[in-house]
Protein backbone atom coordinates (compact mmCIF):
# COMPACT_ATOMS: atom_id res chain seq x y z
CA UNK A 1 0.00 0.00 0.00
CA UNK A 2 1.43 3.37 -0.56
CA UNK A 3 1.77 6.28 1.80
CA UNK A 4 -0.65 8.37 0.09
CA UNK A 5 -3.40 5.41 0.24
CA UNK A 6 -2.70 5.19 3.81
CA UNK A 7 -3.34 9.06 4.44
CA UNK A 8 -6.16 9.11 2.42
CA UNK A 9 -7.87 6.92 4.59
CA UNK A 10 -9.85 4.00 3.94
CA UNK A 11 -7.57 1.26 2.66
CA UNK A 12 -6.74 0.03 -0.44
CA UNK A 13 -5.55 -3.37 -2.19
CA UNK A 14 -2.27 -3.23 -3.93
CA UNK A 15 -3.32 -5.29 -7.03
CA UNK A 16 -7.23 -5.71 -7.28
CA UNK A 17 -8.36 -7.95 -10.47
CA UNK A 18 -9.53 -5.78 -12.77
CA UNK A 19 -13.02 -4.86 -13.52
CA UNK A 20 -14.47 -4.02 -17.53
CA UNK A 21 -14.06 0.01 -17.69
CA UNK A 22 -16.86 1.43 -20.05
CA UNK A 23 -15.24 3.14 -23.03
CA UNK A 24 -16.24 6.77 -21.93
CA UNK A 25 -14.47 6.09 -18.55
CA UNK A 26 -11.08 5.56 -20.48
CA UNK A 27 -11.33 8.72 -22.47
CA UNK A 28 -12.75 10.88 -20.03
CA UNK A 29 -9.76 11.80 -18.16
CA UNK A 30 -8.78 14.69 -20.73
CA UNK A 31 -12.32 16.18 -20.62
CA UNK A 32 -12.81 19.69 -19.08
CA UNK A 33 -15.68 21.39 -19.92
CA UNK A 34 -19.33 21.01 -18.38
CA UNK A 35 -20.60 19.85 -21.79
CA UNK A 36 -18.42 17.25 -22.59
CA UNK A 37 -18.49 15.99 -19.39
CA UNK A 38 -21.99 15.25 -19.32
CA UNK A 39 -21.87 13.83 -22.68
CA UNK A 40 -19.25 11.27 -21.53
CA UNK A 41 -21.49 10.60 -18.53
CA UNK A 42 -25.05 9.90 -20.10
CA UNK A 43 -22.74 7.72 -22.68
CA UNK A 44 -21.08 5.87 -19.50
CA UNK A 45 -25.07 5.10 -18.62
CA UNK A 46 -26.55 4.70 -21.92
CA UNK A 47 -29.32 7.59 -21.80
CA UNK A 48 -27.46 9.81 -24.30
CA UNK A 49 -29.63 9.19 -27.52
CA UNK A 50 -31.29 12.75 -27.45
CA UNK A 51 -27.50 14.13 -27.21
CA UNK A 52 -25.96 12.39 -29.88
CA UNK A 53 -28.88 10.55 -31.75
CA UNK A 54 -26.49 7.23 -32.89
CA UNK A 55 -28.82 4.53 -31.20
CA UNK A 56 -29.91 1.92 -33.42
CA UNK A 57 -32.71 1.01 -31.24
CA UNK A 58 -36.45 1.85 -30.56
CA UNK A 59 -36.75 3.45 -26.42
CA UNK A 60 -37.69 0.30 -25.00
CA UNK A 61 -34.97 -1.40 -26.52
CA UNK A 62 -32.66 1.69 -24.95
CA UNK A 63 -34.22 0.92 -21.47
CA UNK A 64 -33.63 -3.07 -21.49
CA UNK A 65 -29.47 -2.25 -23.20
CA UNK A 66 -29.18 0.26 -19.57
CA UNK A 67 -30.49 -2.35 -17.62
CA UNK A 68 -29.15 -5.01 -18.67
CA UNK A 69 -25.37 -2.90 -18.85
CA UNK A 70 -26.79 -1.65 -14.62
CA UNK A 71 -27.29 -5.19 -14.21
CA UNK A 72 -23.83 -6.43 -15.38
CA UNK A 73 -22.12 -4.03 -13.01
CA UNK A 74 -23.85 -4.48 -10.22
CA UNK A 75 -22.57 -8.50 -10.91
CA UNK A 76 -19.10 -7.45 -11.37
CA UNK A 77 -18.77 -4.96 -8.17
CA UNK A 78 -20.37 -7.91 -5.74
CA UNK A 79 -18.04 -10.51 -7.38
CA UNK A 80 -15.62 -8.10 -6.43
CA UNK A 81 -16.81 -7.86 -2.68
CA UNK A 82 -17.19 -11.36 -2.66
CA UNK A 83 -13.54 -12.28 -3.71
CA UNK A 84 -11.66 -9.62 -1.53
CA UNK A 85 -13.63 -11.38 1.50
CA UNK A 86 -11.93 -14.61 0.45
CA UNK A 87 -8.92 -13.53 -0.08
CA UNK A 88 -8.93 -11.83 3.84
CA UNK A 89 -10.36 -14.96 4.91
CA UNK A 90 -8.11 -17.68 6.79
CA UNK A 91 -8.78 -20.88 9.56
CA UNK A 92 -10.24 -19.03 11.93
CA UNK A 93 -13.72 -20.32 12.95
CA UNK A 94 -16.72 -19.17 11.22
CA UNK A 95 -20.95 -19.28 11.68
CA UNK A 96 -23.62 -18.70 8.96
CA UNK A 97 -24.64 -15.20 8.48
CA UNK A 98 -28.75 -14.42 9.07
CA UNK A 99 -30.31 -15.18 5.44
CA UNK A 100 -32.18 -11.77 6.09
CA UNK A 101 -28.67 -10.11 6.94
CA UNK A 102 -27.31 -11.23 3.61
CA UNK A 103 -30.03 -10.53 1.55
CA UNK A 104 -29.58 -6.77 2.47
CA UNK A 105 -26.26 -6.50 2.37
CA UNK A 106 -26.35 -7.81 -1.65
CA UNK A 107 -28.87 -5.41 -2.31
CA UNK A 108 -26.91 -2.74 -0.80
CA UNK A 109 -23.30 -3.92 -1.86
CA UNK A 110 -23.97 -4.93 -5.77
CA UNK A 111 -23.89 -0.87 -6.14
CA UNK A 112 -20.19 -0.17 -4.48
CA UNK A 113 -18.18 0.50 -7.37
CA UNK A 114 -14.93 2.13 -5.60
CA UNK A 115 -12.14 0.27 -4.93
CA UNK A 116 -11.53 1.74 -1.69
CA UNK A 117 -15.45 1.32 -0.39
CA UNK A 118 -15.31 -2.36 -2.14
CA UNK A 119 -12.79 -3.37 0.04
CA UNK A 120 -14.65 -1.56 3.22
CA UNK A 121 -17.66 -3.88 2.36
CA UNK A 122 -15.00 -6.79 2.24
CA UNK A 123 -14.30 -6.57 5.62
CA UNK A 124 -18.24 -6.56 6.86
CA UNK A 125 -18.83 -9.30 5.16
CA UNK A 126 -15.65 -11.35 6.60
CA UNK A 127 -16.72 -9.91 10.11
CA UNK A 128 -20.27 -11.00 9.53
CA UNK A 129 -18.69 -14.56 8.22
CA UNK A 130 -16.66 -14.98 11.44
CA UNK A 131 -18.58 -13.59 14.18
CA UNK A 132 -22.29 -13.53 12.70
CA UNK A 133 -24.81 -10.65 14.07
CA UNK A 134 -21.49 -8.22 14.97
CA UNK A 135 -22.87 -5.49 12.02
CA UNK A 136 -26.62 -4.31 12.15
CA UNK A 137 -28.86 -3.32 9.59
CA UNK A 138 -28.81 0.18 11.03
CA UNK A 139 -24.84 0.21 10.31
CA UNK A 140 -25.29 -1.02 6.75
CA UNK A 141 -27.92 1.84 5.98
CA UNK A 142 -24.92 3.85 7.55
CA UNK A 143 -22.59 2.50 5.22
CA UNK A 144 -25.18 2.87 2.34
CA UNK A 145 -25.32 6.76 2.68
CA UNK A 146 -21.53 7.04 3.01
CA UNK A 147 -19.39 8.62 0.25
CA UNK A 148 -15.83 7.25 -0.15
CA UNK A 149 -14.87 10.88 1.02
CA UNK A 150 -16.55 10.66 4.07
CA UNK A 151 -15.58 6.63 4.87
CA UNK A 152 -12.14 8.87 4.71
CA UNK A 153 -13.12 11.29 6.92
CA UNK A 154 -14.31 8.71 9.50
CA UNK A 155 -10.99 6.38 8.98
CA UNK A 156 -8.95 9.56 9.88
CA UNK A 157 -11.19 10.13 12.72
CA UNK A 158 -10.45 6.27 13.76
CA UNK A 159 -6.71 6.85 13.94
CA UNK A 160 -6.81 9.48 16.45
CA UNK A 161 -9.27 8.13 18.66
CA UNK A 162 -8.40 6.62 22.13
CA UNK A 163 -10.17 5.08 25.30
CA UNK A 164 -9.34 5.01 28.46
CA UNK A 165 -10.86 3.40 31.93
CA UNK A 166 -12.85 0.68 31.68
CA UNK A 167 -14.46 1.50 28.92
CA UNK A 168 -12.98 0.25 25.41
CA UNK A 169 -15.43 2.72 23.73
CA UNK A 170 -13.43 4.68 20.83
CA UNK A 171 -13.54 8.32 22.01
CA UNK A 172 -11.69 11.57 20.34
CA UNK A 173 -9.92 13.41 23.49
CA UNK A 174 -9.70 17.32 22.90
CA UNK A 175 -8.19 18.39 25.73
CA UNK A 176 -6.70 18.00 29.41
CA UNK A 177 -8.64 20.25 32.03
CA UNK A 178 -7.31 21.12 35.59
CA UNK A 179 -9.71 21.60 38.70
CA UNK A 180 -9.58 25.71 39.33
CA UNK A 181 -7.97 26.46 42.70
CA UNK A 182 -8.95 29.40 44.96
CA UNK A 183 -5.95 31.26 44.00
CA UNK A 184 -7.22 30.95 40.12
CA UNK A 185 -10.84 31.77 40.72
CA UNK A 186 -10.46 35.37 38.86
CA UNK A 187 -7.44 33.79 36.55
CA UNK A 188 -8.56 30.26 35.48
CA UNK A 189 -6.37 28.02 34.41
CA UNK A 190 -6.78 27.05 30.63
CA UNK A 191 -7.09 23.36 29.71
CA UNK A 192 -4.37 21.71 27.43
CA UNK A 193 -6.17 21.37 24.08
CA UNK A 194 -5.23 18.40 21.31
CA UNK A 195 -6.00 20.63 18.11
CA UNK A 196 -8.06 18.12 16.15
CA UNK A 197 -7.48 20.18 13.13
CA UNK A 198 -4.07 20.27 12.75
CA UNK A 199 -4.60 16.43 12.33
CA UNK A 200 -6.93 17.03 8.91
CA UNK A 201 -10.01 16.42 11.61
CA UNK A 202 -11.36 20.04 10.96
CA UNK A 203 -14.48 20.63 13.65
CA UNK A 204 -16.44 20.76 10.05
CA UNK A 205 -15.35 17.09 9.58
CA UNK A 206 -17.11 16.19 13.15
CA UNK A 207 -20.15 17.92 11.58
CA UNK A 208 -20.84 15.55 9.07
CA UNK A 209 -19.47 12.52 11.34
CA UNK A 210 -22.16 13.98 13.61
CA UNK A 211 -24.74 14.25 10.78
CA UNK A 212 -24.21 10.50 9.40
CA UNK A 213 -24.67 9.10 13.15
CA UNK A 214 -20.91 8.37 13.63
CA UNK A 215 -20.35 10.47 16.86
CA UNK A 216 -22.66 11.91 19.45
CA UNK A 217 -23.15 15.49 19.37
CA UNK A 218 -21.94 17.53 21.99
CA UNK A 219 -18.39 17.65 23.85
CA UNK A 220 -18.47 15.86 26.79
CA UNK A 221 -16.41 15.58 29.59
CA UNK A 222 -14.97 13.06 31.93
CA UNK A 223 -15.56 12.38 35.88
CA UNK A 224 -12.23 13.41 37.83
CA UNK A 225 -9.78 11.40 37.41
CA UNK A 226 -8.64 9.35 40.61
CA UNK A 227 -5.57 10.03 42.38
CA UNK A 228 -5.48 6.40 44.51
CA UNK A 229 -5.28 3.96 41.39
CA UNK A 230 -3.86 4.35 37.79
CA UNK A 231 -6.07 5.05 34.75
CA UNK A 232 -5.88 2.52 32.34
CA UNK A 233 -5.43 4.11 28.98
CA UNK A 234 -5.21 3.10 25.18
CA UNK A 235 -4.44 4.06 21.76
CA UNK A 236 -4.17 2.30 18.63
CA UNK A 237 -2.92 -0.79 20.58
CA UNK A 238 -0.45 1.01 22.74
CA UNK A 239 -1.58 0.67 26.17
CA UNK A 240 -0.66 3.10 29.23
CA UNK A 241 -1.10 3.41 33.11
CA UNK A 242 -1.86 6.98 33.79
CA UNK A 243 -0.61 7.68 37.24
CA UNK A 244 -1.32 11.62 39.40
CA UNK A 245 -1.34 13.36 42.51
CA UNK A 246 -3.52 16.05 41.64
CA UNK A 247 -7.01 16.14 42.13
CA UNK A 248 -9.24 17.55 39.80
CA UNK A 249 -8.25 16.23 36.75
CA UNK A 250 -10.96 15.74 33.80
CA UNK A 251 -10.69 14.85 29.64
CA UNK A 252 -12.76 16.20 27.34
CA UNK A 253 -13.78 14.09 24.56
CA UNK A 254 -16.06 13.60 21.70
CA UNK A 255 -17.65 9.77 21.80
CA UNK A 256 -18.13 7.30 18.89
CA UNK A 257 -21.71 6.16 18.85
CA UNK A 258 -22.55 2.69 18.76
CA UNK A 259 -22.81 2.81 14.63
CA UNK A 260 -19.80 3.94 14.65
CA UNK A 261 -18.01 1.84 16.91
CA UNK A 262 -19.51 -0.96 15.04
CA UNK A 263 -17.71 0.46 11.58
CA UNK A 264 -14.37 1.58 13.09
CA UNK A 265 -14.25 -1.85 14.57
CA UNK A 266 -13.81 -3.42 11.04
CA UNK A 267 -10.69 -0.78 10.26
CA UNK A 268 -8.63 -1.80 13.28
CA UNK A 269 -5.80 -0.26 14.92
CA UNK A 270 -3.42 2.00 12.99
CA UNK A 271 -1.44 4.87 14.88
CA UNK A 272 -0.92 8.29 13.91
CA UNK A 273 2.76 8.95 15.02
CA UNK A 274 2.73 13.02 14.90
CA UNK A 275 -0.75 12.82 16.88
CA UNK A 276 0.23 10.22 19.41
CA UNK A 277 3.10 12.12 19.89
CA UNK A 278 1.06 15.55 20.92
CA UNK A 279 -1.24 13.42 22.92
CA UNK A 280 1.28 11.97 24.89
CA UNK A 281 2.53 15.00 25.34
CA UNK A 282 -0.03 16.90 26.91
CA UNK A 283 -0.68 13.82 29.34
CA UNK A 284 2.46 14.25 30.42
CA UNK A 285 2.52 17.48 31.72
CA UNK A 286 -0.66 16.37 34.14
CA UNK A 287 0.29 12.45 34.55
CA UNK A 288 2.82 10.13 35.40
CA UNK A 289 2.67 8.18 31.99
CA UNK A 290 3.89 4.18 32.04
CA UNK A 291 3.75 2.34 28.76
CA UNK A 292 2.45 -1.26 29.52
CA UNK A 293 1.99 -2.88 26.11
CA UNK A 294 2.85 -1.71 22.59
CA UNK A 295 0.78 -2.62 19.38
CA UNK A 296 1.60 -6.79 18.36
Known amino acids: MSQTEEQDGIPTVSNPPALPVAESDTKSTHLHNSRSRAKALAGEYAIDFLITREAEHDLLERARLREHNEVKRQQENLEQISKLAYDSCGEE ?105 GFQLPYSSLLILMDLGLILRGELESGEIATDSPLAFGYQGYQYRLRTPKKGITFTYYRFSPTGQEIASLLGNKHHEPFKESLLEILAKHFVVEEVQQPT
Open 93 to 197: KAGIPDPDWMHYFLSIAKNIRSTAMQKLWSRVLKQEITTPGTTSIHTLDTLRKMTQREAQMFHRACMLACHFGGDEHKKLLTGVTPRQTALRLFRPRPADKLPLG
